[in-house]
């Protein structure tokens, strides 16, 4: 059998752009499931990253070997029928949330590194999502495979300039006391479930489409250890900041004191990646209500649009610290059944 390195290529590709949201871009989400614990979340980061390559790879090649379509079809195999549609319906309000926190995130963007209104932020990115929508999405991902490699770039640029700092070592063996630190014992299992649960909407087809269980698993594999790469890199940048844990986008102000001279490019690459992460979610939740209600695609996205803004009126900072958590939480049910069900199982229990 031919190995076709390029196919995997792309699967690894897809998965890392899918991962890579609002909140890994801007540094937010890595700081509260693990650069505020020091060198313990470090090494939750290591344990993170195997868990990204194990498990994202077994994900897609479960979700080929059974032919699932979408991830409505993979949660019942994993579930069962009857457990596996209210999760379904979990998701729904999950994808929901998370698009609250990309439109919060784009509102912070205009905020605290633009010096404008959240509110505007959160206009124009409503607007720019209507007008994709009406033109159609095939710039959608070219703007992410554009987006994506730029982010990678700058994420290890900064990190080699942190490193070489005096005293970055002192820095990465520090432990902070906090009150919830033993959530850092949690974080890697959370973290990897939230992550993995919310990129099933975009795994499965994917999956379905290439179907070659050689090209799935090296896929799943290249993009895990890719992810680990971007997630270590952005931790020993992100440690360097003091108070670390005050800042909306922690990412940019640390360009804007390392790196001032492309500043304004890593904030349109910030901005990029949440403007892409609230398409994907918005279509993904479309998909979704249309099983409920048939409506105008038009409709569903006014209604989507109307409760995301509503609920992103509260602060970037503090929806993310909240609904991250509570969702990967929430997720590791998914992460549990997902380690234990057999690679070779293609039994769609009820």
Same mark, same amino acid.
């Given at each position: 059998?031919?190995?076709?390195?390029?196919?995997?290529?792309?699967?690894?590709?897809?998965?890392?752009?899918?991962?890579?949201?609002?909140?890994?871009?801007?540094?937010?989400?890595?700081?509260?499931?693990?650069?505020?614990?020091?060198?313990?979340?470090?090494?939750?980061?290591?344990?993170?990253?195997?868990?990204?390559?194990?498990?994202?790879?077994?994900?897609?090649?479960?979700?080929?070997?059974?032919?699932?379509?979408?991830?409505?079809?993979?949660?019942?195999?994993?579930?069962?029928?009857?457990?596996?549609?209210?999760?379904?319906?979990?998701?729904?309000?999950?994808?929901?949330?998370?698009? *609250?926190?990309? +439109? /919060?995130? !784009?509102? =912070? &963007?205009?905020?605290?590194?633009?010096?404008?209104? $959240?509110?505007?932020?959160?206009?124009?990115?409503?607007?720019?999502?209507?007008?994709?929508?009406?033109?159609?999405?095939?710039?959608?991902?070219?703007?992410?495979?554009?987006?994506?490699?730029?982010?990678?770039?700058?994420?290890?640029?900064?990190?080699?300039?942190?490193?070489?700092?005096?005293?970055?070592?002192?820095?990465?063996?520090?432990?902070?006391?906090?009150?919830?630190?033993?959530?850092?014992?949690?974080?890697?299992?959370?973290?990897? *479930?939230?992550? +993995? /649960?919310? !990129?099933? =909407? &975009?795994?499965?087809?994917?999956?379905?489409?290439? $179907?070659?269980?050689?090209?799935?698993?090296?896929?799943?594999?290249?993009?895990?250890?890719?992810?680990?790469?971007?997630?270590?890199?952005?931790?020993?940048?992100?440690?360097?900041?003091?108070?670390?844990?005050?800042?909306?986008?922690?990412?940019?102000?640390?360009?804007?004191?390392?790196?001032?001279?492309?500043?304004?490019?890593?904030?349109?690459?910030?901005?990029?990646?949440?403007?892409?992460?609230?398409?994907?979610?918005?279509?993904?939740?479309?998909?979704? +209500?249309?099983?409920?209600?048939? &409506?105008?695609?038009?409709?569903?996205?006014?209604?989507?649009?109307?409760?995301?803004?509503?609920?992103?009126?509260?602060?970037?900072?503090?929806?993310?610290?909240?609904?991250?958590?509570?969702?990967?939480?929430?997720?590791?049910?998914?992460?549990?059944?997902?380690?234990?069900?057999?690679?070779?199982?293609?039994?769609?229990?009820?």
């Amino acid at each position: 059998m031919k190995k076709n390195w390029s196919a995997a290529f792309q699967i690894a590709a897809v998965y890392v752009g899918t991962v890579v949201g609002a909140g890994f871009a801007t540094g937010r989400e890595i700081v509260e499931f693990f650069s505020r614990f020091g060198f313990m979340g470090f090494l939750g980061i290591l344990l993170s990253g195997y868990l990204l390559i194990v498990l994202g790879s077994k994900l897609m090649r479960i979700a080929a070997r059974i032919n699932a379509v979408s991830y409505q079809e993979f949660n019942v195999h994993l579930f069962g029928k009857w457990a596996g549609r209210c999760i379904n319906i979990i998701m729904l309000f999950m994808l929901l949330g998370v698009s *609250a926190v990309m +439109l /919060a995130g !784009a509102g =912070a &963007v205009f905020e605290e590194q633009l010096g404008l209104t $959240k509110n505007l932020g959160v206009y124009i990115t409503i607007f720019l999502s209507f007008l994709v929508m009406l033109v159609g999405t095939k710039g959608l991902f070219a703007v992410n495979s554009f987006v994506v490699p730029i982010m990678v770039c700058f994420s290890l640029m900064l990190m080699s300039l942190s490193i070489t700092q005096s005293d970055f070592v002192n820095h990465l063996l520090f432990v902070p006391q906090t009150e919830d630190s033993w959530k850092s014992i949690l974080a890697p299992f959370s973290y990897t *479930a939230l992550n +993995l /649960a919310l !990129a099933q =909407a &975009v795994l499965v087809p994917i999956a379905n489409e290439i $179907k070659d269980d050689w090209t799935i698993k090296w896929g799943g594999i290249l993009g895990g250890a890719a992810l680990t790469l971007i997630l270590i890199s952005s931790h020993f940048t992100l440690i360097m900041l003091p108070n670390v844990e005050l800042y909306e986008i922690p990412m940019a102000i640390i360009m804007k004191q390392i790196a001032p001279f492309f500043y304004w490019i890593f904030v349109l690459v910030i901005y990029g990646e949440i403007f892409t992460s609230v398409i994907g979610n918005v279509f993904g939740l479309d998909r979704q +209500l249309k099983q409920f209600v048939q &409506v105008p695609t038009f409709i569903t996205i006014t209604a989507i649009f109307i409760v995301s803004y509503m609920i992103s009126l509260i602060d970037y900072s503090k929806l993310l610290s909240n609904l991250y958590p509570l969702f990967g939480y929430i997720s590791l049910i998914f992460f549990i059944l997902l380690w234990r069900k057999p690679l070779n199982d293609k039994e769609n229990k009820s």
